[in-house]
């Protein structure tokens, strides 16, 4: 069972940049997608960044030109680098992992931007 582990999330101020980790228990070389989501307080959830397999990446609208998804095969992680954060972008992060026909979620990061 592949379990995910988030970390980096925190209080930053407007302007400011985070880098947020998730961590694989075992190798998802195989993966089909990884993904970071997103809950505001009072909203669903929704997607932010999504990559494949083939290093593909796509992004919410809300988050494109500010936030770049990648991942470190050798570690197993896949990293959210987000710059330039708004207020708005506060949330809980979780990250979502597809694999085998298995979805796995994370328990989740806060990041608070606020001055």
Do not use: H
């Not at 940049?17 to 694989?24: M, W």
């Amino acid at each position: 069972q592949v379990q995910l582990v988030e970390s980096g999330g925190g209080l930053v101020q407007p302007g400011g940049s985070l880098r947020l980790s998730c961590a694989a228990s075992t190798s998802v070389f195989e993966f089909n997608v990884m993904a970071w989501y997103r809950q505001a307080p009072g909203k669903q959830r929704e997607l932010v960044a999504t990559i494949n397999s083939a290093d593909n990446t796509n992004y919410a609208d809300s988050v494109k030109g500010r936030s770049t998804i990648s991942r470190d095969s050798a570690k197993n992680t896949v990293y959210l680098q987000m710059n330039n954060l708004k207020p708005e972008d506060t949330a809980v992060y979780y990250c979502f992992l597809n694999v085998g026909g298995l979805n796995v979620w994370g328990k989740g990061t806060l990041v608070t931007v606020s001055s």
